[in-house]
């Protein structure tokens, strides 16, 4: 009898182990990464990361590409939007706090980010706040808003405008004048729509407006505003797809190793029209990778899937680029080009980001009171 309860207990107990790593292994947790990469911590699952004196936390998630830009007192600003109208701004300080921040409810499109400068252009406002943590809208002066001025008056301001050493933001806007009744007073015609600018420009901190119907293009082309509203501490603009940018190196960042999976087969959704789906084998896998700051290397993994036949990521492994990766098999899937590092000499921090819609901070762990 004794004999009998022990091997019912080794059932049991072995029983007990089974269930307990099939369930560790459909929940991900289990990814069989070789010993020499036990100890990567999962960014997929958990919001920070600590390695010797360092700390990698989740600082903030967008539902748009987040904005960032660098003020001359080395503040961050960091720009994020949620549902239609939430824009929030937030202003790191060179130590690494977040010390204050702005919430303006605004559609994306009704605002722009000029050099530092948040114009609110569906009201005619502007904030200095990334400067001087004001958080009151600025009304914009403007001039020829009513269209009265001449050619030459207009060519004049252009001129003065140009040799200004500020930013200028050029923004297009449509006027449709309303309709008006023929002699017969029943049919009405509508005269065609004309195209204007609105140039928001900048003497020292002082903001206004001038509205014209002169062609700007030469002095003011969609790249030079392109550029000013470019508000990316990790990317810079790339001429091959502006709307893109490309990831801007960092010697802080080390890509390991892709453990390999078994392949799966991924459904893609047509290129638009009535162009088909089609399906595809990717590897899943880890992604491992080291992330310097200071003294410590912070190791991460993150899941991905990986297409060998084309090599557009810039991740490269051992010198070489192995494919194309992917963090998801919803629709649309989304590309990873790199990871994304920023830091300078004046910040006691760093910034990581794994996609344009969230960004971490690096920084040294703070001490308990008790220690």
């Given amino acids: 009898m004794k004999a009998l309860y022990l091997i019912i ?102 605002l722009a980010f000029v050099k530092g400068f948040i114009i609110d252009k569906e009201m005619s406002e502007y904030y200095k706040w990334s400067f001087n943590g004001n958080k009151a809208p600025i009304r914009i002066p403007a001039e020829n808003a009513g269209f009265d001025w001449d050619t030459g008056r207009q060519k004049s301001k252009l001129a003065d405008i140009k040799s200004l050493a500020g930013p200028v933001y050029v923004d297009y806007r449509f006027k449709t004048p309303s309709p008006e009744k023929t002699s017969g007073g029943k049919i009405q015609t509508t005269q065609a729509s004309t195209v204007y600018a609105v140039l928001t420009y900048f003497t020292g901190d002082d903001c206004f407006q001038f509205y014209t119907t002169l062609d700007i293009s030469r002095q003011f082309p969609w790249s030079y505003t392109q550029q000013l509203i470019w508000n990316n501490l990790f990317k810079r603009i790339d001429e091959r797809s502006a709307h893109n940018g490309e990831i801007i190196p960092s010697s802080a960042l080390r890509y390991r190793y892709f453990h390999r999976g078994k392949k799966e087969k991924v459904r893609f959704s047509g290129g638009g029209g009535n162009a088909p789906g089609f399906t595809k084998e990717l590897y899943p896998g880890y992604l491992v990778s080291d992330v310097v700051f200071k003294e410590d290397t912070i190791k991460i993994k993150e899941f991905m899937y990986l297409d060998e036949e084309w090599p557009s990521s810039a991740i490269e492994i051992d010198g070489k680029r192995v494919g194309t990766f992917s963090r998801n098999r919803a629709q649309p899937v989304e590309n990873i080009d790199g990871y994304m590092y920023y830091t300078n000499h004046q910040l006691q921090y760093s910034l990581f980001a794994n996609s344009d819609k969230k960004i971490f901070q690096i920084r040294k762990k703070k001490l308990s009171t008790g220690e």
């Avoid at 099939?22 to 958990?46: F, R």
């Avoid at 004196?53 to 007192?73: C, D, G, K, Y």
Wanted: net charge negative; glycine share 6%; hydrophobic share 35%.
């Fill in 9 to 110: 207990l080794v059932i049991v107990a072995a029983a007990a182990l089974y269930l307990l790593f099939s369930k560790t292994y459909k929940n991900g947790n289990h990814d069989g990464l070789p010993e020499a990469y036990a100890e990567y911590q999962s960014i997929d699952s958990v919001k920070t990361i600590e390695s010797g004196t360092a700390q990698l936390q989740l600082l903030f998630e967008s539902e748009e590409n987040i904005q960032s830009f660098l003020t001359e007192a080395n503040n961050v600003i960091i720009c994020t939007v949620h549902g239609k109208s939430e824009n929030t701004f937030y202003k790191i300080a060179p130590g690494g706090d977040v010390i204050d921040s702005l919430r303006i409810s605004r559609r994306t499109g009704d």
